[in-house]
Structures are given as structure tokens and as C-alpha cells.
């Protein structure tokens, strides 16, 4: 038996004062006596009469002193631990918080490892098809906010359909108003309890709530746990030794977990691997990494390759602020005007002849240029999978027939990015191959045009750019102008628009302000890649992309990101079909990452419902007990105290001595 009200015991000092009030007590007896003579001897009978011996036989006394003695361990609220059953109404709180997608063993298969979310949703699924069949059962979710799944619902499969599609959340987890809203359900409930099934992983207590019946914590996730957080990371605009520019990266990384582990930790300018380190961490050890010389790229990842418990911050994403270079793919069999005007575009060139290659060079690319690519030149289902998804600027190149002069006419320049302070006033063009727009290029239209002849066509396929020089720039003085380098210029900054700027880092659920262009018609979230078990989940859902909130048809500019961790494309759809492209990286709750670091809950009683612990009327995590919850023993108390004093006016009214 245990008491929540220790302090109470002091009321049992009432018990020697009704003792002391009956040997107090005077009692006087009518006694006839046959002579005055006789007074005396009944006088000294009286004085001989100790005041102990009034005690004697006085079963009065007796049930009074009992009836205290219960009066007083009624307000110590006693309590004992009893076979759990669930009350009439059983809240159940599932939290399914980031820290809830850490890998625990299975205790029905030893070898095996669950998610803690999951042994929850099995432990709660139990509960429904256990105890608690045929109570009304209320499911609640942590998140952002909390989520009431159903309330009141006496149907089990519809209960266990709820529990079944609770998936993790990996933001910001409102714990105390999750807590506030359970109690907010159950405060006129006499018959309920609430049940929480977390691994008290939690970012905030619960002071200043109360509650009015029973709260079970049923714990889940075994200690210790493995893992190595990715605490921070960043790259930067530098010059290596040469006095070239070089990008630079630094990493903090921590480990969150109770033992020591060995992983490597790898860098890669965009899907491409750039430096591989191996570092040992102790307990609790943060260490910070350095790397230079990175080749500019789209994005960077920082990839923890640790087989720890807790997979959504082992990746990490960063961006270089400003402006950078672009990647440029030349395929020719050599321009040194082209090549030269690109790298006046601050384009990093990677020139390669196509020609006997199977498949383009490893790497990732802004744009390809195919300068005069012979016929059947980059011809494998590598090289044109590349041409569909890069944007692909094509001189002379992708087209066949025979080339002939140009019409003597004036050119014709109409508006596009690509002709912006374009003239080409006094321009040669020895030869050029005739297309039909129409036809050859439907995916476009003539920006440059010699008569009816297009020079210069540009436009959008599948969502990317195009640009098509229908002449050879070596059959032509264009390379001699001053105009060329504008040209390129333009072209590179067209072509390269499309590509992926960067929004920055949000944590998981939470809204961002999007620059929405004002031709945008439609937009979506395109997870490029995804942390943990998100992936998988995502990709067996079938999910390539996710719609962008709209209202009044017209996209948002302020967005609530994505819920699982990764990098994803903010992709905007034109008027034209043109599409904007911006990088995201999408992370967990960084609180989240400290697995191993368990808070004590504790829930305050404001009523007569014992506790789970003598702690203040508090209960703690670690004093539950499976299968068991406390059962309190004050209505049995009440019950027999009643009895007693049934029993008690019986006794007055038939004399209060025993026989």
C-alpha cells in the first residue's frame, strides 16, 4: 500500500484525544440507598474507581477509535498497485515526434529493430483490442499541433485504423499543448484516464497543467541508444593557393548517443563524392571538419555513413550565397571563341569530344552545348538522357540536311533574354541549315531571323530550356564581334535560369516566404533526396512530387515545406511552360537529435486520483509498471466507515458496554 498524502498522518492525534475525553469524562450513578449511613461506602467505592478502569469494556470506545483511525487514513489517500483496466473513456496520446523514428530493439524478436513510433502503435493497438474493449477510446497525435484522430469512439477497427496511419513528424513537437488538450478533454470526465505512449524525448515540460484523472505513461524505445548528429554545416567563396577560386566547407558533428562509434563522413558537390574522412567520436564528443579546394557545385551534401539508431540527421545540405558558376558541358571537336566567350560567363567549362564516348563524363551539369556534334555522334541512351534533362544549347548540332546560303535580307531580332543588347548589325552567315519552326522545332520560336530563315530559336521542352543556332559559328565573323560575349553571355544566363537556387534551410513543417514570379501558374515540391526512412516511404507511396498550397488559384508565396527531411526543388510553372527551379533543404527538429536524453515527466493530480509515484503527487516515467496501474482504496475506506457508524448507533441506543 502506498499513500499520497503522507502529511495527513497528523490527524491521527485525534486518536489519543478521544481516549483522553473518556477518561475525563465524569459519569454519575443514580444509586438508592436504605439509610444515610450506607453514603459513606458508596463514596469510597467511588474514589477506588481508577479513571483507566472507565475504559473497560466500553465497545463505544472502541468503534469510535476505529472510525477515526479510518477517517484519518482516508485523507492519507491510500492507493495500491491493481491489474490495469481501462476506465470508460481512455484517452490515448501517441507522440510521434522525430526522436519517435529512432530505431529500438524489438522485444517480440530480439534480432530484430522497429522504429519507436512503431512499437508504440503496436503498444496502443493492444491496448484497444485489450483492456480497453469497450470503452469509448480518444486518439491524439503530437505535431505541430495537436490532432484529434477520434474521439469517443467505440468501434475498435476505426480505432486501430487511426493508430495505424500515425506517421512520424519531424518539426517543432507541441508537447505541452498536446498534454493541455488531453486534460482539456477529460476535466468533467469522472470516469477516464489518459494514457502516453512516448519515449520522453521531449523539448518541454509540463508545468502549470492539471489534471483531474489518472495519467499513465507507458515508455517506449530501450536506452542506450547510437548517434551521430550532423550539428552544423556550411560552404563558402574562397581562393585556393593558386589565387583561383576555390569553395571551402565546414562541419560540426556530435555524438548524441552512449557509446563510442567509427563512421566516415563524406562531402559531395552535388550527387558527386568530393572527400571522404573517418573519425571516431566518444560520448558526448562534438568535433568540427574542415575541407577546401570543393569544386563548385548546384548543392552540397554531408553524409554520415554511421549505422546509428537515428537516421534523419546524418545528412545535411548546404548553398553558396551569391552568384555562382555555372557547370558548362561543351561537346566540339574544338572553338576556342566559344570556349573562351563561356568562360567570360564565369561558366566552368568541361570540354569533351563526344565522339567515341558511350556515355558523357561523371558529373554534374548546368547546361550542355553541343557545338557541330557529328551524326551519330552522342548518340547512346546515356547521352540523350542527358540532353532531356539538362538544358541543351545546340550550334549546328541535332539536325540534319544540307546547308545553304542565307537570304539576302535584314535580320529580324525579337524579344528574348538571349537577344537583350543584340543587334547583329553587319553579321556574316556563310551557311545555314533550313528548318521548319513549325515542324523541326515546334518546341520554339525564331529570336534571330534571316527573311524567313530562323538564325537563332529558343523556347521550352519538357519543362526546359532550348536554344538552337541553326548555323556553324566558325562559318560565320559572330566569334569577331563585340556582341559575341553578350551573346554567350545571355545564352549562359538564360539557359541556366531554370537551374536550382537556393531558398536556405526550414526545419520540418514549418512556412517560408517564396519569391513567387508573376507568370507562375502552378507549382509543386520535388524531394530530390530524403533522410532516413522518408525516402522509402515516399517513393512506395508513389509520391514524385508535392503539390504547392494555392488559394484563389494563384500559388502561395508563403509555403508550408515538406514534413520529411531532405533537399527538394520548388519547381513554378509559366504561362509558357516554362519552369523556375529554387533548392530547399528540409531538416528535423535539431532537439530532436539527443535520443538517449530522457525527461522525467511528471503530471500534477488535482483530484482525489492517486499517482503513479509518492513524489508530490507526481508521475514518473520510470515507476510504471507493466500491465498494473494504481487503484485506489478510498471508496473502500468511505464504505466501512459508514458501516462502523451504523454499527456505532446501534451500540449507543442498546448500551455502550459490553456484556
Known amino acids: 500500500m502506498q499513500f499520497q498524502s503522507l502529511v495527513s498522518l497528523w490527524f491521527g492525534l485525534t486518536l489519543p484525544a478521544i481516549v483522553l475525553m473518556y477518561l475525563l469524562k465524569r459519569k454519575y450513578v443514580d444509586t438508592e440507598v436504605p439509610s444515610h449511613l450506607l453514603w459513606n461506602r458508596v463514596l469510597r467505592s467511588l474514589e477506588a474507581n481508577r479513571p483507566w478502569q472507565r475504559l473497560r469494556n466500553q465497545l463505544l470506545l472502541i468503534l469510535q477509535l476505529l472510525t477515526a483511525a479510518l477517517l484519518v487514513l482516508a485523507l492519507m489517500q491510500p492507493w495500491i498497485w491493481a491489474e490495469s483496466g481501462a476506465k470508460g473513456h481512455l484517452v490515448l496520446v501517441l507522440d510521434r515526434s522525430a526522436s519517435m523514428d529512432a530505431l529500438t530493439p524489438d522485444p517480440e524478436h530480439s534480432k530484430e529493430k522497429l522504429t519507436r513510433l512503431e512499437l508504440a502503435k503496436r503498444k496502443a493497438a493492444d491496448v484497444v483490442k485489450g483492456g480497453a474493449n469497450g470503452s469509448a477510446v480518444t486518439v491524439i497525435s503530437m505535431g505541430s499541433q495537436p490532432e484529434v484522430l477520434v474521439s469517443r469512439e467505440t468501434t475498435a477497427d476505426t480505432v486501430l485504423a487511426a493508430i495505424a496511419g500515425i506517421e512520424p513528424f519531424y518539426g517543432r513537437t507541441a508537447y505541452k499543448e498536446t498534454m493541455s488538450l488531453a486534460a482539456a478533454l477529460t476535466q468533467d470526465d469522472t470516469d477516464a484516464e489518459i494514457r502516453v505512449l512516448t519515449d520522453a524525448v521531449w523539448s518541454e ?134 570556349e573562351k566567350a563561356l568562360q567570360l560567363a564565369r561558366a566552368e567549362v568541361i570540354k569533351v569530344q563526344a565522339a567515341g564516348m558511350a556515355a558523357p ?104 530550356p532550348r536554344l538552337l543556332f541553326t548555323f556553324d559559328l566558325q562559318q560565320s565573323d559572330l566569334p569577331l564581334r563585340p556582341e559575341f560575349p553578350i551573346l554567350v553571355q545571355n545564352a549562359v544566363d538564360w539557359l541556366g535560369s531554370a537551374q536550382s537556387a537556393s531558398l536556405g534551410h526550414v526545419i520540418a513543417g514549418e512556412k517560408t516566404d517564396i519569391p513567387i514570379v508573376a507568370q507562375t501558374v502552378s507549382a509543386h515540391w520535388v524531394p530530390m533526396e530524403l533522410a532516413g526512412s522518408a525516402a522509402g516511404e515516399l517513393q512506395a507511396a508513389g509520391q514524385s ?98 458501516l462502523i457508524v451504523l454499527a456505532e448507533w446501534g451500540v449507543y441506543h442498546r448500551g455502550n458496554s459490553i456484556s
Do not use: C
Open 545 to 642: 512530387y508535392l503539390p504547392a498550397e494555392q488559394a484563389d488559384g494563384a500559388v502561395l508565396s508563403r509555403q508550408s515545406v515538406p514534413n520529411r527531411p531532405g533537399l527538394y526543388q520548388f519547381v513554378e510553372k509559366g504561362e509558357d511552360g516554362s519552369e523556375r527551379k529554387t533548392l530547399l533543404e528540409v531538416s528535423a527538429d535539431p532537439g530532436e537529435s539527443a535520443i538517449g536524453e530522457r525527461r522525467e515527466l511528471s503530471f500534477t493530480s488535482a483530484s482525489s486520483s492517486p499517482p503513479a509515484t509518492e513524489q508530490g503527487g507526481a508521475q514518473a516515467l520510470t515507476e510504471e509498471r507493466e500491465g498494473e496501474s494504481p487503484y485506489p482504496l478510498l471508496p473502500w475506506i468511505i464504505g466501512l466507515v459508514m
Open 205 to 338: 515540460g509540463t508545468e502549470g497543467l492539471t489534471f483531474r484523472v489518472p495519467v499513465r505513461v507507458e515508455p517506449v524505445g530501450a536506452n542506450p541508444a547510437n548517434n551521430v548528429a550532423i550539428v552544423q554545416f556550411g560552404v563558402r567563396n574562397g581562393a585556393d593557393a593558386a589565387g583561383g577560386s576555390a569553395v571551402s566547407g565546414v562541419a560540426a558533428l556530435k555524438n548524441t548517443g552512449s557509446g563510442k562509434l567509427d563512421t566516415d563522413v563524406t562531402l559531395y558537390a552535388g550527387t558527386s563524392a568530393a572527400e571522404t574522412v573517418r573519425i571516431q567520436l566518444e560520448p558526448g564528443e562534438q568535433r568540427t571538419l574542415h575541407f577546401d579546394n570543393i569544386r563548385s557545385s548546384e548543392y552540397y551534401k554531408l553524409s554520415v555513413d554511421a549505422e546509428d539508431d537515428y537516421a534523419a540527421d546524418n545528412q545535411a545540405y548546404a548553398f553558396l550565397s551569391g552568384e555562382r558558376n555555372r557547370r558548362v558541358l561543351l561537346l566540339t571537336e574544338g572553338n576556342l571563341f566559344l
Open 361 to 464: 563524363p561523371q558529373g554534374d551539369f548546368d547546361l550542355v552545348v553541343a557545338d557541330r556534334l557529328a551524326s551519330g555522334a552522342a548518340a547512346g541512351e546515356a547521352w540523350q538522357r542527358l540532353f532531356h534533362e539538362k538544358p541543351l544549347w545546340s550550334i549546328r548540332s541535332g539536325y540534319q540536311g544540307e546547308e545553304v546560303r542565307p537570304p539576302q535580307a535584314d535580320y529580324r531580332i525579337g524579344e528574348h533574354p538571349v537577344t537583350k543588347y543584340i543587334r547583329f548589325q553587319d553579321t556574316h552567315i556563310a551557311k545555314l541549315l533550313p528548318i521548319d519552326p513549325k515542324d523541326q522545332a515546334a518546341w520554339g520560336q525564331p529570336v534571330v531571323s534571316a527573311g524567313s530563315q530562323p538564325l537563332i530559336v529558343a523556347g521550352m521542352e519538357n519543362g526546359r
